[in-house]
């Protein structure tokens, strides 16, 4: 089993759409938590932060449920420019740990 | 803003080459990993190391070695390519614990 399991995508949606993704991971020392956007042929960048009492930012909402061990990713009101593979990110509890990221899921969405 | 800088965007190499991939980062971050991405595949780790000198193995480090004698500075080597090394490989460096890691901009190696 993959420590860090994101859903399998892809999920091709309208605009003006709702969307969620959920991330699973299975070591409960995990600490920290953040989702990432990939766009095609560049680097993963941060799109932010997962916090325990969960946290907004404009369309995104990120919630995080430790005794489930998952984190999940809703978008609202969906864009073209939101197409894009979204990575979770699990960081380990020490501060040698490595982070784990999950496969990604891909956004399409279509006008 | 936190600056990773891959050595490279693209690289041709021939078969049994040994290829060394630089990653050279600014806030003085103790842990650096190298990536793998291929289609299908996702991301996946193959060396970290969290201190000078210090490295761990990833999920796939067979035919990769990591090189650390600088905090800012974390390569990659492939002692011998192969075609089944092709792949976009991305540098990535992070804080204590709890921070975020930070990609550079990935090398596209190609191995012929």
Same mark, same amino acid.
């Given at each position: 089993?993959?420590?860090?399991?994101?859903?399998?995508?892809?999920?091709?949606?309208?605009?003006?759409?709702?969307?969620?993704?959920?991330?699973?991971?299975?070591?409960?020392?995990?600490?920290?938590?953040?989702?990432?956007?990939?766009?095609?042929?560049?680097?993963?960048?941060?799109?932010?932060?997962?916090?325990?009492?969960?946290?907004?930012?404009?369309?995104?909402?990120?919630?995080?449920?430790?005794?489930?061990?998952?984190?999940?990713?809703?978008?609202?009101?969906?864009?073209?420019?939101?197409?894009?593979?979204?990575?979770?990110?699990?960081?380990?509890?020490?501060?040698?740990?490595?982070?784990?990221?999950?496969?990604?899921?891909?956004?399409?969405?279509?006008? | 803003?936190? +600056?990773?800088?891959?050595?490279?965007? #693209?690289? =041709?190499? @021939?078969?049994?080459?040994?290829? %060394?991939?630089?990653?050279?980062?600014?806030?003085?971050?103790?842990?650096?990993?190298?990536?793998?991405?291929?289609?299908?595949?996702?991301?996946?780790?193959?060396?970290?190391?969290?201190?000078?000198?210090?490295?761990? +193995?990833?999920?796939?480090?067979?035919? #990769?070695? =990591?090189? @650390?004698?600088?905090?800012?500075? %974390?390569?990659?080597?492939?002692?011998?390519?192969?075609?089944?090394?092709?792949?976009?490989?991305?540098?990535?460096?992070?804080?204590?614990?709890?921070?975020?890691?930070?990609?550079?901009?990935?090398?596209?190696?190609?191995?012929?």
């Amino acid at each position: 089993r993959k420590e860090v399991e994101q859903d399998p995508g892809p999920f091709n949606v309208p605009e003006g759409a709702t969307v969620a993704f959920n991330c699973t991971y299975s070591n409960s020392a995990s600490q920290s938590f953040f989702w990432y956007r990939q766009d095609c042929r560049k680097e993963p960048k941060l799109l932010m932060s997962v916090y325990s009492s969960g946290n907004e930012d404009g369309r995104f909402t990120a919630q995080l449920n430790r005794a489930s061990q998952y984190i999940s990713l809703l978008i609202r009101d969906s864009k073209l420019s939101d197409s894009a593979t979204y990575l979770c990110v699990v960081n380990m509890g020490t501060n040698a740990g490595k982070s784990t990221f999950g496969d990604g899921t891909t956004l399409t969405v279509k006008p | 803003d936190v +600056k990773v800088t891959q050595s490279s965007r #693209y690289l =041709v190499k @021939r078969t049994g080459e040994k290829v %060394f991939l630089e990653c050279v980062q600014d806030m003085d971050h103790e842990n650096m990993f190298w990536y793998r991405q291929d289609p299908g595949l996702g991301l996946r780790l193959i060396y970290f190391s969290y201190d000078v000198k210090m490295k761990e +193995k990833g999920d796939i480090p067979e035919g #990769y070695s =990591v090189s @650390r004698e600088k905090k800012e500075r %974390f390569s990659l080597i492939l002692e011998s390519a192969s075609t089944n090394q092709t792949s976009m490989y991305l540098c990535a460096s992070r804080g204590g614990s709890g921070g975020l890691p930070f990609f550079g901009q990935g090398t596209r190696l190609t191995v012929v």
